[in-house]
């Protein structure tokens, strides 16, 4: 599975839009990319996860650029409840979970 | 609703012990995961089912066993022979695509040695 490489924080206020990076440059053509959050003493919550194309749901959006070495979760109107840590994962068969990006939304 | 149960929520173990964690699921979902997390670290695999009656070896498998006799269920035993056993226990669920489909976790069980 390929390795990624995330900021270790971050922060946002809250009503404003989050972008988190997420690099990947050694991503192989099957392999996808999802992005989990886990709010501490939680399970982790999937979010959104795409291939090629870009993704968008009720909870954010994934832009994965043309050559899949990076991407970007987009929280667009992030609140006081977004803050969690954020995983960026390259999946073929089987998650492989870094440290992932600590977000903090401020009032 | 739908969703993953893990029981019980915290757990001690004295030493010496084998304990189990129960996992059960009403996904529907045909394969089930075992992760283990340590404080400030990521999720590390320990073992997979993609179907009843057989599993397979994760990252860490040493010291720990599962069973999948039935597909909503897939119980870990921590054995004796894991020597640091304390950490937070996930256990998660996906559809069999295993690239393509999301897996969907539990609210964990911690596990602490007295």
């Known amino acids: 599975d390929a390795k990624t490489t995330q900021p270790p924080s971050m922060d946002c206020a809250e009503g404003r839009a989050a972008n988190l990076p997420c690099n990947h440059s050694?991503?192989?053509?099957?392999?996808?990319v999802y992005w989990y959050r886990q709010i501490h003493s939680q399970g982790p919550q999937y979010i959104i996860h795409g291939l090629k194309n870009n993704e968008t749901n009720e909870m954010a959006s994934l832009i994965i650029t043309e050559d899949r070495k990076s991407s970007t979760l987009i929280l667009p109107h992030a609140t006081l409840r977004d803050t969690a840590v954020y995983y960026c994962i390259v999946k073929a068969e089987k998650l492989v979970f870094g440290k992932g990006t600590k977000l903090t939304v401020n009032p | 609703d739908g969703g993953i149960t893990q029981s019980p929520k915290y757990l001690f173990r004295k030493e010496g012990q084998n304990v189990t964690l129960s996992c059960e699921q009403n996904l529907n979902h045909d394969a089930m995961y075992w992760y283990r997390q340590d404080p400030g670290q990521g999720l590390r695999l320990i073992y997979y089912?993609?179907?009843?009656?057989?599993?397979q070896k994760g990252d860490i498998a040493e010291g720990y066993s599962v069973s999948r006799e039935k597909k909503e269920s897939f119980p870990l035993t921590v054995t004796s022979a894991q020597k640091n056993p304390t950490a937070f226990y996930l256990c998660a669920s996906s559809k069999i695509d295993l690239r393509a489909q999301p897996q969907h976790f539990g609210d964990g069980t911690r596990l602490s040695i007295l």
């Open positions: 089912s993609q179907i009843v009656n057989d599993f």
């Open positions: 050694t991503i192989s053509g099957n392999e996808y």
